[in-house]
């Protein structure tokens, strides 16, 4: 040990077998041909509305990929990804085991890339997907002709038509839930919250649905959708718009989560996120959409469970992700002055953590501080501190530190609004006391 210790257990790995999905009923009252109870009528009516749509979006969908899609100015890839719609597409775990080999192919590239700003790389992944499978489909408050609320749909409606971008009316719940449907039904819809905060009201359907009906219908179901948008604390939001709903889904049995912070990995994660057969949540930050990155033209996607070393390092880990990467590289500059070397982990992944990266980083510094706009209370903080401690206690020389947002709504007034959020100096300080 170190310089610290105390009478807890040593380190335990949590269980990697997940359980056994639900057998579908074999009973013979489910057997063709039995008698059913009689339907509902309205119930009867929803069912073959949705069947009537979902035949009218494979149909238009169908006669799309014959037809030329008008293109805008884009990126060498937009362009080249109308020429390969018959590629094979990489799925489900098929994309974890591409991405860092990807990755590396992209870095290795003469292109030189092309730069752009973080929603237009968002943009750029949903032209690509979209042009490529033509199940993909988006939905949300006004995504159509306006183009969305942060101008990552401007000029879908145009390219794939009204019913692969569909306008919903401000109904979140409704909205959600026809989503889920689509993605029974083979489709692969991304749902876009105007803000994530509204999505509070689609938890029933993010939970009940999204999470559980792989399981609960016995495997019989894939739920392939994607739900992204805006979040965090932006610029004078006020507390209903400066949400930060990675804890409220933390807890949701079947769903991934993972949150971009560059440009490029805001591309790759949506790129992998739309291809896996698993719901994935997308948490964009307000603050982030105009962050200006080269990315390749080359196709890349990002590993859905991998995180991303930033800064390699010595003396402490610092995990962070989204916005507070950024607070945390301006704290770096300050330390190495000071002459610290701390080691940046963006974590990415939300869930689940990536345990092997961090892992070989709190055995390397056997320091760990984590930095997080999540609140303090039951944050992905607290989450990401009890996983090290359950599985690299012994490599610790100093109890694990977290830095968090204040537990109050945030206000509006900005001295009081950058008071509830974690700045580079507590940054500094906290790296000082944990290296003491």
Not at 272 to 284: G, K, L
Not at 381 to 409: H, K, T, Y
């Amino acid at each position: 040990m170190g310089r610290w210790s105390l009478s807890w257990p040593s380190a335990r790995r949590p269980c990697s077998r997940s359980p056994r999905p639900l057998r579908p009923p074999t009973s013979p009252k489910h057997q063709r041909g039995a008698a059913t109870p009689p339907r509902d009528p309205m119930a009867a009516a929803a069912a073959a509305s949705l069947h009537a749509t979902a035949a009218a979006l494979h149909g238009a969908v169908s006669k799309s990929r014959s037809a030329a899609i008008p293109q805008v100015a884009t990126s060498v890839r937009v362009a080249a990804a109308s020429r390969r719609r018959g590629s094979a597409r990489a799925r489900g775990g098929l994309v974890a085991a591409r991405a860092a080999a990807v990755k590396d192919e992209a870095a290795d590239t003469n292109s030189g890339g092309h730069e752009v700003l973080m929603f237009e790389a968002l943009r750029e992944a949903m032209i690509e997907e979209m042009t490529l499978d033509p199940t993909v489909c988006m939905i949300g408050e006004d995504v159509g002709d306006y183009g969305g609320s942060y101008k990552v749909s401007k000029g879908l409606s145009e390219m794939f038509g009204d019913l692969r971008v569909l306008d919903t009316p401000i109904a979140e719940n409704s909205f959600t839930g026809m989503g889920v449907g689509a993605a029974m039904k083979g489709l692969r819809p991304v749902v876009e919250g105007m803000n994530m905060g509204f999505l509070l009201l689609a938890y029933n359907q993010i939970s009940n649905n999204c999470g559980m009906l792989h399981y609960t219908s016995g495997g019989q179901f894939k739920i392939p959708i994607v739900i992204r948008g805006p979040g965090g604390v932006g610029r004078q939001l006020g507390a209903e718009h400066s949400q930060r709903l990675e804890s409220y889904f933390q807890s949701i049995p079947g769903l991934q989560m993972v949150a971009c912070s560059t440009p490029y990995n805001a591309k790759g994660l949506l790129k992998a996120a739309i291809r896996s057969e698993n719901p994935v949540v997308v948490f964009e930050h307000v603050l982030l959409y105009n962050l200006k990155e080269k990315i390749p033209d080359e196709d890349y996607i990002c590993c859905l469970e991998e995180a991303e070393m930033v800064r390699p390092g010595s003396q402490v880990t610092i995990l962070t992700y989204s916005r507070m990467r950024y607070h945390v590289m301006q704290a770096v500059k300050t330390l190495v002055n000071k002459g610290y070397d701390p080691e940046v982990i963006d974590i990415r992944s939300l869930k689940p953590f990536d345990l092997h990266t961090i892992g070989n980083s709190v055995k390397k510094t056997h320091r760990v501080l984590i930095v997080e706009e999540c609140m303090r209370t039951g944050g992905i903080g607290a989450s990401l501190r009890s996983a090290i401690i359950d599985n690299f206690w012994d490599e610790l020389d100093a109890p694990p530190m977290c830095l968090s947002s204040q537990d109050v709504p945030t206000p509006y007034a900005a001295p009081l609004e950058d008071a509830t959020v974690v700045q580079p100096p507590q940054i500094v300080a906290a790296v000082e006391e944990i290296c003491r």
